[in-house]
């Protein structure tokens, strides 16, 4: 994967202490791996790498926007991100990345591929139910909303009165209240 090769860190030649490392992600990002619920990307990843004698020590942070689809309206609106991840890599005998806060690669390796936890971060910022600011303030003017609206049971039939209701059911109530 030529494209990511940007992503990619080769912190063997890196004096101890702290580097940073800018990215900005754009929509070609969420292309290469074949990602695409976003409409629209524009987030700026801040990574601060902090080498040690035995490990190193990566703190990403993620702010930006990204442009998505309402699962109520299918309206695209913008979501803001904002969110922050790190991770611990350590050196062993062989590669193990199944713990997700701390990544062990062999003591050969002289590089490191952030992509997959720049990727893995943005996505997860995302909320799981996305809902458009409009429709929880009440702006937003769509189709599908008046015609839920239209779908929707009335309020008449939930504010009954109790002329209505069939008088064996008062008698079991009594049942609940005469104990």
């Known amino acids: 994967m030529k494209a990511l090769k940007d992503y990619i860190i080769p912190f063997i030649g890196l004096k101890a202490g702290e580097h940073h490392f800018d990215y900005k992600i754009y929509n070609t990002f969420f292309q290469i791996f074949e990602y695409n619920e976003f409409n629209s990307v524009d987030v700026k990843i801040d990574l601060k790498l902090e080498k040690k004698t ?13 442009n998505i689809n309402c699962d109520i309206t299918n309206e695209p609106y913008s979501q803001s991100i904002n969110d922050e991840f790190k991770l ?8 193990n990345n199944e713990n ?3 990544l062990i690669v062999t003591h050969g390796e002289y590089e490191i591929n952030v992509s997959q936890y720049i990727y893995e971060l943005i996505v997860l ?3 799981v139910k996305r809902i458009h600011p409009g429709i929880e303030d009440g702006t937003l003017e769509s189709d ?3 015609k ?4 929707s049971p ?3 039939i939930k504010n009954k009165s109790t002329e209505d209701i069939d008088p064996r059911w008062n008698n079991l109530k009594k049942l609940l209240t005469d104990k």
Request: aromatic share 14%; no cysteine; net charge negative.
């Open 54 to 66: 035995t490990f190193l020590e990566l703190y990403f942070s993620a702010s930006g926007s990204v």
């Open 88 to 95: 611990v890599v350590k050196f062993g005998s062989e590669y």
């Open 100 to 102: 997700e806060d701390i």
């Open 125 to 127: 910022a995302v909320p």
């Open 144 to 146: 599908i909303l008046t």
């Open 148 to 151: 839920l609206e239209e779908l």
């Open 154 to 156: 009335q309020e008449d």
